[in-house]
């Protein structure tokens, strides 16, 4: 008797050490994140009154200090962001939305794939609505008290519908397809899901450049000017068809510069913002083009979709065993749906960033240092100083801070900070 007591209690057991650590690693996760912003904004305060000296001769006082109370703007309400959303994956988990959620889904009258669709949904228009009043506040708070927005409520309105026609077109038959595999692919349906999401994600990196970014954005091709020249010459010494270089009318909505490169095959693209190309020089413009197509000759995109697919497969399989595993269903709050995939694949998703968090520093760190090979690229390629020029003026107008905390920054940051940039740069 004592034998089957024991063994009955074993799986709620399990589900309560499972609460016990999500709780758990959703709160050192949360202190994490807030210790670290508090820590930024702590640094670029004290650093405030005084442009490093590696800038002195080039950036002013006033665009210091500008960028440092941007960043602090920008930084509080990132912690306010991470709370609300904190607040509400426990709301939806633990707090028993979800599962009502999932009663109400139940009851609907379509079939299986279909409630799990319409639960998908639910929960995709609940976290877009509670991201939503953070965008509204970034753009027409922040980025317009510091004089960089150029959206109007009506541009904004109709990028935000345009977002969501876009997202049900592509992500509703992707998200249908991955559900029915769960269903009836067998036990071996995350491989299948896999192979669709590879797929999927290689679409949307031939969709991007070509249809989507269009859709929002006017791409021009490179104006006849002082730089087009060394610009041909430089691509056509890198092996980069002309076609792929567009400038795009960035200053429809807001002042900051930016440049990048993204697709690939014959979809791939380099991109200069308009605000960013009326700033620079012509030598300045090719050394951006040289950092752009360090990106595209060493194969960075490609390089990250690789392990992409890579970690995304270890997830599916975490994934599969978990769909199968009650406790994880019990341990976030919501009763065993074997015969509802689409309940496991929204507690996997809500769930998983809080375990991953951890991950952070390791993108940011492969991200980093793809920048830097691609400044040395540049620096091969065209000059090393007119780069570090052209990135004091990126940073300028984009009000990035020059001092950011060196903990926050190698957690977050996708690009190395603007003086070690510069630094290796002028070694060059
Ligand atoms: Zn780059």
């Not at 399990?14 to 904004?41: D, G, Q």
Request: net charge positive; hydrophobic share 55%; proline share 5%.
């Amino acid at each position: 008797m004592r034998r089957r007591t024991g063994c009955a209690t074993t799986p709620a057991l399990t589900a309560f050490v499972f609460t016990v650590a999500f709780v758990a690693a959703l709160a050192i996760s949360l202190a994490l994140r807030i210790w670290l912003a508090r820590r930024h904004i702590a640094h670029v305060a004290v650093h405030r009154d005084a442009v490093p000296a590696a800038f002195t001769d080039r950036v002013d006082l006033s665009a210091h200090r500008k960028a440092a109370d941007y960043t602090v703007a920008r930084t509080r309400l990132g912690i306010a962001e991470t709370l609300v959303e904190a607040a509400v994956l426990l709301a939806l988990t633990l707090g028993g939305a979800l599962a009502a959620l999932v009663a109400w889904t139940d009851v609907l009258p379509v079939g299986g794939l279909g409630r799990d669709l319409a639960l998908v949904v639910a929960v995709a228009v609940i976290s877009g609505l509670v991201g939503l009043p953070f965008s509204y506040f970034q753009t027409f708070g922040i980025e317009a008290k510091f004089g960089f927005n150029r959206t109007t409520r009506a541009l904004w309105m109709a990028d935000l519908v345009k977002g969501i026609l876009l997202a049900a077109a592509l992500g509703l038959p992707f998200a249908a397809l991955v559900l029915w595999l769960m269903r009836a692919a067998g036990p071996l349906w995350w491989i299948w899901a896999w192979v669709v999401w590879i797929a999927f994600q290689f679409l949307l990196l031939a969709l991007y450049p070509t249809v989507i970014a269009p859709l929002f954005n006017k791409f021009s091709p490179l104006p006849a000017g002082s730089a087009r020249d060394t610009v041909e010459a430089l691509l056509a010494r890198c092996g980069f068809e002309n076609r792929g270089l567009f400038v795009m009318d960035g200053s429809r909505r807001s002042s900051h510069g930016n440049a990048f490169f993204t697709g690939f095959g014959r979809a791939k693209r380099i991109v200069f913002f308009d605000t960013l190309l009326a700033r620079l020089a012509p030598d300045e413009i090719e050394a951006v083009l040289a950092h752009e197509l360090g990106h595209f000759k060493l194969k960075h995109v490609l390089k990250r979709m690789l392990w992409m697919a890579a970690f995304s497969l270890a997830f599916l399989a975490v994934l599969a065993w978990l769909a199968a595993s009650p406790w994880f269903y019990e341990g976030l709050g919501v009763p065993p749906a074997p015969d509802r995939p689409g309940v496991a694949l929204i507690l996997f998703f809500l769930a998983l960033p809080v375990f991953t968090f951890a991950l952070a520093p390791l993108s940011s760190l492969y991200s980093r240092r793809h920048e830097f090979e691609a400044d040395a690229f540049a620096a091969q390629h065209a000059s090393a100083a007119s780069l570090a020029c052209a990135l004091v003026k990126l940073y300028e107008d984009n009000a990035a801070t020059l001092t950011p905390d060196p903990l926050y920054s190698a957690f977050h940051d996708s690009h190395p900070p603007a003086a070690v940039r510069i630094a290796r740069l002028k070694a060059a």
